[in-house]
């Protein structure tokens, strides 16, 4: 379940003893206990936060969380701009799949607004929702990867998620930050020769993926490294509101793709990629697996989407767009589990409320806070990658 | 842990013989058609409505005034400098731009070593990226961030309104006016070219929220005639308006009107807050109840000056009322608004003809200042071969004896002289009553303009049409063919251009195409004179004219005589908005002078 | 042995070739490792500027005495390894300060590096330099384990505990080498080597992604400057030894390019290829697969 | 001031009391050196190497951290123009500022800015380091670098694609070459006036004001 | 749902009930009822899942709404109970004893809205912000535009004209 430097299998988990508020009593000047602080410079960290450890030889005895360091205050920053002056910056919630943020906020906005999106637009964000999760992916694997010293794979999978960059740039005229879809719709159709270059794209991939499954996934030492560690078991699903990928490898059945289908996902034909042995290996292979899901569903909306149609539905005059009162919460299935826009509106030009519900929120801290406990340092990083977690969702 | 798990690895191996993905000279490498790198502007086409610094999140935008170009209507001479240590290239500016002249490049490469660089003005600061035509652009279709087409305004079919006086246009219902003001960017540059400089933005605002009292506030604030504007304003600001670039300029007359037809006038005092106004004392005439009359009672008043105005006509409203027809402009809201001004304390004596009933002297002493709007009431003549000719009339004329209720001689085929909207309302005028005597419309109106250039508004020209009308612009009267006591047409030729190359009246004619158009009628609207022979003895004698007769005033409408104001139509030409404008300057004048004094 | 003034010249000589050797092997050697990952990587010249980059810095803290020794004994250690063990078999300018009992010397230095570095480091007073020192010396005490009962095999093969020796026995046709004389210790010894040269998948203790470089964390300026040398030196210098214990030596500069060359891909590609292992599993690794060979490639000699 | 940073009394072994004042104990407070160039012959061969070695810290304060990747990688490669990553700021020469600071990060990059040797350099990359950004109204992010930190060259970009990083780094390298790259001796110069602006940003400032 | 609401109804004092979507409801209730309402909804609606726990302000009627944001992954549907809690002194009971990432969600609200959570694991600890000394930057009282101007120093050189202001002073240079 768990391993440890001396390989001893009981439960470790009690060790050392914890005091009445669950937290153990170090003293460092016993220099029994060192603190360690990984981050926020650190290049096992992804993202910008800081774990500080306190650890007994090689092995992390206790941890804490430091988020912060990222914070741009863009709740507050959106209950200041106008919903149309939102649109550009929610995107910059969480750098590797903004798309999610834009199509939540977008749709949370035009649910309370009545807006109806039109079916071209809505195909459009399928496809880009479905490049984004690919991209994601394909970082997310490098990362994995490279936390656990292999750099090769972080070169290719780096390389595949340029060649999604460059048909996003196509597509959305941007690279990173798309600001694609707009409230009401999205902002162009698709340039011409797209698909072509996609399924090129798509094809390079899957190549790829084939050898990256060979090196990192039948893999003597990534297996040692990962199989068993970081073990999730099926009940912290619930109690530590546990969603995505990291669900699904612990056997639980949560995808919002599935669940609540938005958009054109019910029109689109997929299972669910489940594991069940929960551990740092069975998270990778469900995401590699889910990366190929992708690729499949971008085919698919290929094949099911239009070849024109409107891109926006007419709505009001963006500069004073007042959005009728209510409160809404709007979810998508990020990569990392569920994304969400939680939303009130008082009436008037301005939200009176966002919040962003990013899912490393609960597995960055809480989560990782008690699955850190009892490994080795080196362990750390990877441990955490596989838990997928992006700071700036924690803190935004 | 298998064989298998140790050696499978290697295949890794396999990449190093294969080439390299990477790209061999980033240097150059260009972005996708579609990147938003750094701005472009089109500045000819630009206006400097500042839309792109409403929409910019980031306040990366500011609107600066640039070389070589010249604020006038329509165009603030402002342009948009881009600040790019704010900008976060979502290119929602170029969505929302309303001439679609700010586009992006496709350039990304900006380095400096110096912070305070990163700023400049597209289009003005000449940048490498200028001239590429790559980058991100409004995308095509349907995509607009806010609806370019005016709401309908429903109106009275032509075949219902061609035989009645009852007003055409019918007014916004809330939800229309809600849709249409919705339409407005807010940028202010119809309010410098407005004469009367009104808070068009602001008012329009307010419909927005719903809070017409506040609209009408506004209104007020600069414009105590709206019903009437609302109606009959020669809007120049819906001519400038920046969304008619690229769609329907925004109602804003109609709109305006929209506010003032919610409240009911005797609702008026409680909004405006003009239940209680203390008197200072000091009196003030005023010649004519025209518009800039009106209005210089109306802000006179709520100064607190005791007004009274002298009308030569039977009721209040000039030229509003006895120029204009009953179809564009009900009688009972000129008196909706006319009253208003009246319930203030001014006071009015109709019937008085200055210079015959009484004197501007006798003015002078009875009060502390005196203010003419008299307007122009005269028509003025071609004077070619034939005028003096009695079935020859003048425009103005006759739409005064139709509002006195005189008997009109209308004959079965009428030409009228003249494209501008007095000639579109005595086109329109004579054929209703055409309609009424003969059961048809045999009416042709002709003007030196041609279509495109025509003074008339536009919406007149088709309205006249749909009511059978003949409107047949670009021809130059040459002379009136007469028979004794009948007349029978008039004889045209083609005019090629009207103005020479300096803008001044110069038309040109092309004597090989002639024209002649048959009527027993020909009614002359080519522009109205002033009669100012009430000014006599010492103060015409102290008045001081320019060359071509005008009376000059200062920028406060005070003559050479101070205690003689002058303004309306006499100083600024025919437009009801210039008079309100006027009157409104005049009582500040007025108060400025008295307050000296 | 006669020490002249001619030997520290010529061991002058081998130091420089070797410096020069073991930079440009670096640089090579990461463009391949970059071709992998479909690349071009750095320029082949580009350790040299790195070094000159170092010891240009303006400016150097220090933490104590024993930081500003500890880049000078990891140099020591690798110039010690060099300068007494042949470099070009039967080359009297190239065969430095060979002696009777080298091979203990050499063995020795090898560890000689790494314990100056763990009291300089430990000076440095970061916490990831003290671990990476702490998973240092265990990994080298874990992979010397193995090696030295693989050399000690071939000492016992050979009769001897000189290298020069050792490496003329060797001579007349490759069959002679102790790849095929002694398989067992060469498996042994070459599974050592994977460790010795610190690369993927026993890199724990430089780890980027976990503790940042380990123990020359705090090191920089030109006292990472002198790490550097080390490092061109100290790789090159295994190199020679593995080459002169188990594939016979070289009697010629291109000899030696070409086998050192060969045994240094050995480690790339393993390390290439393959994450690394936890501390824990690196030594438990070592004390299991090489370490039982070692024992019997020693048994077998016994025999 | 967090409690591991307060001054505290312990008993030694022979029982005499003895105080501890980590902060002193933790960090140095010397000032800053100017260190003047070396002589001009030797300082452009320097300025060479230092050019074509940019060793870059692996410190991605910001979202702009996100393009280094690519950068890294096999689309840019940005090691065969002498680029590479260093995990430690003791190594780094190259301090990219990636996008905008929170303060709580600004109090870090500080302290590593000052652990990195001179000569050392630093670029800021994205709009948000120029003039704020788009986060130029947001309560927890500074809006000008250059307040803070010697800058010695921007990006403009929000991203800057890794094209327009690559362009950075060669105009840092002209600017090294060209021997105008002495932003640490400016901050040594101007270290009051940085220190100043940095205390009134950082509000819970508990560390020296040189750490190294 | 419709059961679930009756059962609820039964059992707690419900304010009001707000339907949003088909498969999402807002339940507004009274500051007591709501730990042990959504102790209930935990235990016995199998609405297991925790999406989010917020607050806003609403500064006009001084009051903080808290919203827990619960699921149910079975039936998939979900419950936003709404509590109104004063905004002077505001505190409310902690629930980090059904979720283990409440705590830091409280933490979070104690930092960004001080609101308090008497009990709730290391709420007091600063979250995000360090050393913060203005008002929790959540509430609708401040300003964030106000702050970063008066802290961070604007880059200088930066001034805007207004088109129609601009226009009028150019156009018509002798009105006011």
């Known amino acids: ?396 | 842990m298998s064989l298998k798990d140790i050696l499978s690895p290697f295949t890794a191996w396999k990449h190093v013989v294969k080439d390299p993905v990477t790209i061999k000279d980033p240097f150059t490498r260009e972005a996708a058609e579609r990147y938003r790198g750094f701005h472009k502007n089109d500045i000819e086409t630009c206006i400097g409505c500042g839309t792109c610094e409403d929409i910019c999140q980031n306040a990366a935008i500011d609107m600066v005034p640039v070389d070589g170009i010249e604020t006038r209507d329509g165009d603030s001479g402002l342009r948009p400098m881009v600040d790019y240590g704010r900008c976060c290239w979502c290119a929602l500016c170029v969505d929302v731009c309303t001439t679609n002249s700010l586009s992006l490049s496709n350039h990304y490469n900006w380095i400096d070593e110096d912070p305070d660089q990163f700023r400049y003005i597209p289009g003005v600061d000449k940048k490498e990226w200028d001239t590429n035509e790559k980058g991100w652009k409004k995308p095509e279709g349907n995509y607009e961030l806010y609806d370019i087409n005016r709401v309908k305004m429903e109106e009275q079919a032509p075949e219902s309104r061609d035989d009645s006086f009852i007003e055409i246009v019918k007014g916004y219902s809330k939800e229309q006016a809600l849709l249409e003001a919705d339409r407005c960017v807010a940028c202010g540059i119809c309010t410098a070219t407005c004469p009367a400089h009104m808070g068009i933005p602001e008012y329009i605002k307010a419909i927005r929220n719903d809070d017409l009292e506040e609209g009408l506030r506004i209104l007020y604030d600069t414009n105590p005639l709206p019903e009437i504007c609302g109606r009959i304003c020669t809007h120049k600001c819906e001519t400038v308006c920046s969304i008619g670039h690229k769609g329907d300029p925004i109602s804003i007359r109609w709109l305006k009107r929209y506010i003032a037809d919610q409240h009911p006038s005797d609702q008026y005092k409680e909004i405006l807050g003009t239940r209680d106004i203390e008197l200072n004392g000091k009196t003030v005439a005023i010649v004519g109840s025209g518009p800039s009359g009106l209005s210089a009672a109306y802000y006179l008043a709520l100064l607190g000056y005791k007004c009274t105005i002298y009308e030569k006509l039977p009721e209040a409203g000039g030229m509003m009322r006895y120029g204009i027809p009953e179809y564009r402009l009900p009688y009972d809201q000129i008196d909706k608004d006319v009253n208003y001004i009246l319930s203030l304390g001014v006071e009015i004596k109709t019937n008085t003809n200055i210079g015959t009933d009484i004197t501007l002297e006798e003015l002078q002493e009875q009060y502390d200042a005196v203010f003419a709007g008299t307007g122009l009431h005269m028509g003025r003549s071609t004077r070619v071969p034939g005028t003096d000719h009695q079935e020859v009339y003048q425009a103005v004329d006759l739409l005064r004896d139709v509002v006195l209720g005189k008997e009109i001689p209308v004959k079965e085929n009428i030409v009228v002289i003249g494209g501008g909207n007095v000639a579109m309302d005595i086109t329109r005028t004579l054929a209703r009553l055409q309609k009424v005597k003969f059961g048809k419309v045999s009416i042709i109106a002709t003007s030196l303009e041609s279509e495109d250039i025509m003074p008339a508004d536009r919406e007149e020209v088709v309205e006249a049409r749909e009511e059978n009308a003949t409107i047949i612009p670009g021809w130059g009267p040459t002379k009136i063919e007469t028979e004794g006591e009948h007349l029978k047409g008039l004889h045209v030729v083609k005019c090629t251009s009207v103005f020479d190359e300096e803008g001044r009246f110069n038309p040109k004619f092309d004597e090989e195409q002639i024209d002649y158009f048959k009527g027993e009628m020909v009614v002359e609207s080519i522009g109205q004179g002033m009669d100012i022979s009430y000014f006599k003895g010492d103060i015409k004698e102290n008045l001081k004219l320019d060359n071509r007769g005008r009376i000059i005033v200062n920028e406060n409408f005070q003559s050479s005589i101070d205690w003689l104001f002058v303004g309306g139509d006499i100083i600024q030409g025919p437009d009801v908005i210039h008079g309100i404008a006027n009157g409104h300057k005049a009582a500040i004048g007025i108060d400025k002078f008295l307050g000296e004094g | 042995m006669d020490f002249g003034f001619k030997h520290i010249l010529y061991a002058l000589l081998t130091v420089f070739i070797v410096l020069n050797y073991g930079l440009i092997l670096q640089g090579i050697v990461r463009k391949i490792g970059a071709r992998v990952g479909r690349r071009y990587g750095i320029r082949w010249y580009q350790p040299y500027i790195d070094i000159i980059k170092n010891y240009a810095k303006r400016s150097t803290i220090t933490h104590g005495v024993m930081f500003y020794i500890a880049p000078v004994f990891r140099l020591t250690g690798g110039i010690g390894l060099l300068l007494f063990m042949p470099v070009i078999f039967g080359s009297e300018i190239f065969s430095n300060f060979s002696f009777a009992g080298d091979l203990v010397l050499v063995l020795y230095f090898q560890f000689f590096g790494v314990l100056g570095m763990a009291l300089g480091a430990a000076e440095g007073g970061h916490p990831y330099s003290a671990i990476g020192v702490s998973r240092g010396l265990s990994q080298v005490t874990a992979f010397e384990l193995p090696l030295t009962l693989g050399v000690l095999a071939i000492a016992m093969q050979y009769q001897t505990l000189n290298i020069t020796e050792i490496v003329a026995a060797q001579q007349g046709g490759f069959l002679s080498w102790t790849l095929f004389t002694n398989p067992f210790a060469t498996i042994a010894i070459m599974f050592s080597f994977l460790g010795a040269m610190g690369r993927s998948p026993f890199d724990v203790v430089l780890a980027p992604q976990e503790i940042p470089i380990g123990p020359p964390t705090e090191f920089h300026s030109g006292l990472l400057g002198v790490l550097q040398l080390n490092r061109a030196i100290f790789p090159a210098a295994k190199l020679i030894l593995f080459m002169n214990l188990l594939f016979g030596g070289a009697t010629s500069w291109p000899e030696l390019v070409v086998k050192t060359f060969l045994i240094y891909m050995w480690s790339v590609f393993v390390g290439t290829v393959f994450p690394r292992f936890r501390v824990d599993q690196s030594v438990r690794w070592f004390l299991v697969v090489p370490l039982t060979i070692a024992i019997i490639a020693i048994i077998l000699i016994r025999f | 001031m967090k409690e591991d940073f307060k001054k505290r009394t312990v008993i030694t072994p022979e029982g005499k009391p003895l105080e501890i004042d980590p902060v002193k104990d933790y960090f140095s407070d010397a000032r800053p050196k100017v260190h003047k160039p070396a002589n001009p012959v030797i300082e452009k061969f320097a300025n060479w190497a230092r050019a074509n070695s940019l060793w870059v810290l692996g410190f991605g304060t910001g979202c702009g951290a996100i393009e280094m990747r690519p950068l890294m990688t096999p689309r840019f490669d940005a090691y065969r123009y002498g680029i590479q990553w260093r995990p430690t700021p003791r190594q780094a020469s190259v301090f990219v500022i990636s996008g905008y600071l929170s303060v709580k990060t600004l109090k870090r990059v500080v302290r590593t800015y000052e652990q990195m040797q001179n000569p050392k350099f630093v670029v800021g990359l994205g709009s948000c380091t120029i003039n704020g950004g788009m986060y130029w109204d947001s309560y927890n992010t500074i809006n000008r670098l250059d307040h803070y930190l010697p800058v010695d060259v921007y990006i403009a970009g929000c991203m800057p694609r890794p094209e327009s990083l690559l362009h950075g780094f060669e105009e840092l390298k002209k600017i090294i070459k060209e021997g105008r790259g002495e932003g640490a001796n400016k901050y040594a110069e101007e270290f009051d006036w940085y220190k100043a602006n940095q205390k009134k940003v950082i509000k819970d400032w508990d560390m020296p004001d040189y750490n190294w | ?176």
């Open chain 1, 1 to 396: 379940m768990r391993s440890n430097i001396l390989n001893i299998t009981e439960d470790r988990s009690q060790f050392p003893e914890k005091n009445a508020e669950g937290k153990i009593d170090v003293d460092l000047s016993s220099h029994k206990y060192l603190k360690l602080w990984q981050g926020p410079q650190h290049p096992g960290i992804t993202g910008n936060m800081s774990l500080e450890l306190t650890v007994l030889g090689d092995e992390v005895m206790d941890c804490e969380t430091h988020v912060g360091y990222l914070h741009r205050g863009f709740e507050k920053l959106m209950e200041r701009r106008k919903y149309i002056q939102c649109f550009p910056i929610v995107c910059r919630v969480a750098v590797p799949e903004p798309d999610f943020n834009e199509y939540c906020f977008a749709s949370a906005m035009e649910e309370l607004a009545g807006i109806e999106v039109p079916e071209m637009a809505e195909w459009l964000r399928t496809l880009t929702l479905e490049m984004s999760r690919l991209q994601s992916y394909l970082m997310w694997i490098g990362g994995q990867s490279g936390a656990f010293g292999s750099g090769i794979i972080g070169q290719w999978a780096n390389y595949l998620r340029d060649l999604v960059l460059d048909r996003f740039e196509e597509l959305t005229g941007g690279r990173i930050y798309h600001m694609y879809q707009l409230p009401g719709g999205v902002r162009g159709l698709l340039p011409d020769g797209f698909k072509d270059r996609m399924e090129e794209t798509l094809q390079t991939i899957e190549e790829f993926m084939s050898d990256i499954e060979k090196v990192m996934f039948n893999n003597a030492v990534f297996k040692k490294r990962s199989v068993g560690m970081g073990y999730i078991d099926p009940s912290w699903v619930d109690k530590f509101g546990i969603t995505g990928p990291n669900a699904r490898a612990a056997g639980v059945a949560k995808d919002i793709r599935k669940d609540y289908p938005y958009l054109k996902y019910d029109q689109l034909d997929f299972d669910l990629v489940m594991g069940k042995d929960s551990d740092i290996y069975t998270r990778a292979d469900v995401r590699r697996r889910d990366l190929l899901l992708s690729v499949d569903l971008i085919r698919q909306i290929f094949a099911k989407m239009p070849e024109k149609g409107e891109i926006k539905a007419p709505t009001p005059n963006v500069l004073h767009w007042k959005v009728a009162p209510g409160e809404t919460y709007s979810r998508a299935e990020c990569t990392r589990g569920e994304y969400g826009y939680y939303m009130v509106s008082d009436g008037t030009e301005y939200p009176r409320r966002i919040n962003v519900r990013g899912p490393s929120y609960t597995h960055a801290v809480a989560l990782l806070e008690k699955m850190i406990i009892n490994t080795n340092i080196a362990d750390v990083a990877g441990l955490m990658v596989s838990l997928h977690t992006y700071p700036p969702e924690i803190e935004r």
């Open chain 5, 1 to 176: 749902m419709k059961s679930l609401l009756n059962n609820i109804k039964s059992r707690f004092s419900i304010k009001d009930v707000t339907e949003q979507r088909s498969n999402l409801v807002f339940i507004d209730v009274a500051r007591e009822s709501a730990v042990p309402l959504i102790t209930y909804l935990r235990d016995y609606e199998g609405m297991t899942h925790l999406v989010l726990l917020t607050a806003a302000d609403w500064i006009e009627e001084n009051e903080f709404q808290l919203t827990y944001l619960l699921n149910n992954p079975e039936q998939k549907f979900d419950i936003g109970v709404r509590v109104r809690i004063s905004r002077e002194k505001a505190t409310m009971e902690t629930a980090h004893h059904l979720w283990e990432q409440v705590a830091t969600y409280q933490r979070e609200l104690k930092e960004m809205f001080g609101i308090d959570f008497p009990g709730s694991p290391g709420v007091d600890k600063p979250f995000i912000l360090e050393g913060w000394d203005d008002l929790p930057p959540y509430r609708r009282d401040f300003d964030t535009k106000k702050y970063s101007e008066d802290t961070y120093f604007p880059r200088p050189g930066r001034e805007s004209n207004d088109p129609a202001e601009y226009m009028k002073k150019k156009m018509y240079p002798n009105e006011k």
